[in-house]
């Protein structure tokens, strides 16, 4: 029996494990969390669900005070570290990656933009006599969704539509951001603007003296976080604010790690005895060391908060948000409106800003598409890129009245779940094409 209940957990914990590493995961885990919110926000559990959200607790201690609802600790606490995450993964390819060199990113940058000011136009075009305000609900794309899709399709995906998809939402992130602390900020409180500034002050000088250590780097990112709260300005940008400060460069260059792996592997070689001496512990310990780092402070903690935002932060934010009641009752001209600004941002506008800024910047003979790419996949990557979720709920809850966001977040959902389906259709038929 014992031998059963073993193997049974052995075999759960496999294919958890595998389920894990599959790049689609974490999407899968947002779509359970999001269909489980709507169950329980549409059946008998829904008071209990939403009285959960609802419950108050913080801390207060002299003038320092936090006392929040359970729902706003989740949108402007841990969406925090969400956006520390975008800001490392914006920082690591503009220094690193796709978009360090002008011509790499001249392609995805121009692309982005375009994808964010056409459906802002269009919103805006739909919503002259509704409310302005949601210009910023449809720019965004959702990245952990959009990769997600595109690996659906398998192997015959070509590497630089992955590339460029994932450049673009990268960029399409910052932009999110920018529009966030620019546009949907009511008051400030000049004396905390003061601290923050300060505190970005600390960063820049932590940085310039190429303090290696993450600790001091997320203090005062916490510091920059509760004083950008009581500022006015919404609390998330210190995630980004604080990332782009994390230093891209390793504390031990990789060729003094080679060494000391060379050095170590040698000593233990020549040990005839090959028994764990107190020697070799110390050898393992330096290589462990070095190995630590000789990866930059960046790399180190986008990789520590990959996992803690891709299965949790991510899904507790999806479950938190996306309980919404399918009884909207009359619709006033102005939530009609709205739905339409957001339905027809995210479908039309995503792919005809993206796909109308690549074929105008094409024609100037200044770039090409990437290597395997044609223009009908880059037309279908527009098309997912129409996927907001996560960003567009996000701006929604800062860009609408109470009354207005739970018919707000079914215009994301049923536009995000339309932008899917065609572009997976239409990107499926053109990548069996191209192969």
Request: net charge neutral; aromatic share 10%; with cysteine.
């Amino acid at each position: 029996m014992q031998k059963t209940v073993n193997r049974l957990i052995f075999h759960t914990l496999d294919l958890f494990g595998r389920f894990l590493k599959l790049e689609s995961s974490s999407s899968i885990l947002m779509i359970g969390a999001m269909v489980l919110a709507l169950i329980l926000a549409n059946t008998a559990a829904s008071e209990m669900y939403l009285t959960f959200f609802s419950q108050m607790f913080g801390v207060t201690f002299g003038a320092f005070s936090l006392y929040k609802p359970l729902i706003l600790w989740i949108n402007d606490g841990l969406m925090a570290l969400f956006f520390l995450m975008v800001g490392l993964e914006v920082k690591r390819e503009f220094v690193h990656g796709e978009l360090s060199t002008p011509s790499q990113a001249m392609l995805p940058i121009v692309a982005a933009v375009g994808g964010a000011v056409v459906p802002a136009l269009i919103y805006a075009g739909l919503n002259v006599k509704g409310v302005m305000s949601g210009w910023g609900v449809p720019m965004a794309t959702d990245i952990a969704f959009a990769i997600g899709l595109l690996t659906l399709l398998g192997s015959g995906v070509p590497t630089g539509l992955k590339v460029f998809l994932a450049s673009l939402a990268v960029v399409d992130d910052l932009l999110a951001v920018l529009v966030i602390a620019l546009f949907y900020t009511d008051t400030l409180v000049v004396s905390y603007l003061i601290w923050a500034v300060a505190s970005v002050l600390v960063l820049f000088a932590m940085n310039r003296f190429r303090v290696a250590l993450l600790g001091p780097y997320l203090l005062v990112g916490a510091v920059l976080w509760y004083c950008l709260l009581k500022s006015g300005i919404h609390a998330t940008v210190a995630g980004v604010v604080t990332a782009m400060f994390i230093p891209s460069e390793p504390r031990i260059p990789m060729n003094v790690f080679s060494r000391m792996v060379r050095n170590a592997v040698s000593r233990i070689d020549n040990d005839e005895d090959k028994s764990l001496t107190k020697e070799n512990e110390q050898d393992m310990g330096r290589v462990v060391f070095t190995a630590t780092y000789s990866q930059s402070p960046m790399s180190r903690l986008e990789h520590s908060l990959h996992s803690l935002t891709a299965y949790f932060i991510m899904p507790v934010f999806a479950f938190s948000n996306m309980g919404l009641t399918f009884n909207v009752g009359t619709l006033s001209t102005e939530s009609w409106l709205m739905t339409a600004g957001i339905a027809a941002g995210l479908i039309v506008g995503k792919p005809l800003g993206i796909v109308g800024s690549v074929a105008l910047l094409m024609k100037t003979g200044k770039v090409s598409l990437p290597d395997g790419v044609t223009m009908p996949q880059i037309i279908g990557a527009g098309m997912l890129a129409g996927v907001g979720l996560t960003m567009s709920i996000f701006i929604s809850t800062m860009a609408f009245p109470e009354e207005m966001q739970n018919i707000s977040k079914l215009a994301i959902l049923g536009a995000s779940l339309v932008s899917a389906l065609l572009g997976l259709f239409y990107l499926k038929r053109h990548i069996k094409k191209a192969d």
